[in-house]
């Protein structure tokens, strides 16, 4: 027989816990003639079993349940389920806090966030220290602010030399020239790369043409271009973001970008260069769209990571007619298009020593040009041609 202390101390729990039992009849106590409880080793074991039985995750109630009845198979299988779904989610938490402190990738969660919250995503990211230059690269391309610095190493390795860095072809953005009311007056080419599209321009109009980019390099490579083959004159670059230029209101006859918009977000993009542009000025941008309704489950889970905002041409157009603009023309990037970009990259990529890449950096641009070559058709950048209106 043992007093409530006594059993308190044994099974290690407190007086009131063990009233509290005693009241919802877990345990029953006889009472000495003191007016003292008394309990007996049933009680103790009682109590045992109670403790085993609460460590497997069961509550006060469904003990006693399994206590006092034969055990509820489907009860308890709703626990375990409960209990599963709940060391998944802390182990999501755990990874994201390893990857947080840099012990483990974070391009899942970079990548889910980018399709759930794009904006705060980069506001976040540039609190962490990275500048807009960086927060963007990090969002299109490292996704992993753990291995951020050496997966852009090493992507600049990969496409140094290279002239493009998107497809297109001369004779695709000739063709677009082919459709401006007037080649000559003020033209602003927004992420022009080193420059393949700016030559196209310059030979075959009069434009002056202000040249921006946020990349040093890329101009670098645009200027010893032009100073080598041609007449640099009509040919200025700027050295500033996209986000925010430092033009002035109505300044350009067109304004023009390839391959680019799509990294402020084309929508953003057009409604906020747009102040730039003279009343019906033009503007001729590239995006990457889709061309079928029904792609493949893995074309469109590959651009739900790569791209989530990726639209049909339809969506886009009507997109562009809500921002203020008309549709002049639109039509696909040519093949050709396409193989100036990739043929080159994958030269280039099967010279290069696999082993001394660290980072994903290869294989992401490995993996994209077999994409590419697979599926192709599904999907396809597309040139707009607007007024604005
Ligand atoms: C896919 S490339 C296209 C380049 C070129 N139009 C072509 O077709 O080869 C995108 C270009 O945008 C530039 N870029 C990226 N973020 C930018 C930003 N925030 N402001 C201005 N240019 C940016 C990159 O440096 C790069 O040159």
């Known amino acids: 027989m043992y007093r409530i202390s006594e059993l308190a101390e044994i099974v290690g729990l407190s007086r009131s816990t063990l009233l509290y039992y005693e009241k919802i009849g877990l345990i029953t106590s006889k009472r000495q003639a003191n007016g003292y409880r008394q309990f007996t080793e049933l009680d103790v074991q009682k109590l045992r079993l109670l403790l ?81 230059k960086q927060a963007l690269r990090l969002k299109w391309l490292s996704k992993d602010m753990n291995a951020h610095e050496e997966y852009m190493a090493e992507f600049e390795r990969i496409f140094e030399g290279l002239e493009r860095l998107g497809p297109g072809s001369d004779a ?131 651009w739900q990571h790569h791209y989530p905002d990726m639209s049909s041409v339809a969506q886009r157009i009507q997109m562009m007619e809500q921002s203020g603009f008309k549709l002049v023309e639109n039509y696909q990037l040519s093949p050709e298009a396409w193989k100036n970009y990739l043929q080159p990259l994958k030269t280039k990529i099967d010279q290069l020593d696999e082993n001394t890449f660290s980072s994903n950096a290869l294989s992401d641009i490995r993996a994209e040009i077999e994409f590419h070559n697979k599926y192709l058709g599904q999907y396809g950048y597309q040139i707009f041609i607007l007024e604005r209106k």
């Open 52 to 132: 085993q039985l609460q460590s497997g995750g069961l509550t006060l109630k469904e003990c006693q349940d399994c206590m006092e009845a034969k055990i509820d198979r489907e009860q308890l299988t709703q626990r375990l389920n409960a209990l599963d779904a709940e060391i998944m989610q802390k182990e999501k938490s755990r990874a994201l806090l390893a990857a947080l402190l840099g012990m483990d990738s974070m391009r899942a969660w970079h990548q889910t966030l980018e399709s759930q919250a794009p904006e705060a995503h980069l506001n976040w990211l540039m609190k962490q220290g990275f500048s807009e």
């Open 172 to 302: 695709d953005t000739q063709r677009a020239l082919t459709m401006m009311p007037s080649l000559s007056g003020e033209l602003l080419e927004v992420g022009c790369g080193k420059g393949v599209a700016t030559a196209v321009i310059q030979k075959h109009s009069q434009f002056a043409i202000t040249a921006l980019d946020n990349d040093e390099y890329c101009l670098c490579c645009l200027k010893e271009n032009f100073v080598s083959h041609r007449e640099s004159g009509n040919v200025k670059t700027v050295c500033a973001s996209m986000t925010d230029m430092p033009f002035s209101q109505h300044q350009f006859d067109v304004i023009w970008s390839e391959g680019s918009a799509y990294i402020m977000g084309v929508q953003q993009a057009i409604e906020q260069w747009k102040y730039f542009l003279k009343p019906h000025g033009l503007m001729v941008l590239s995006d990457l769209v889709w061309l079928t309704d029904a792609p493949d489950a893995k074309v469109r889970t590959y």
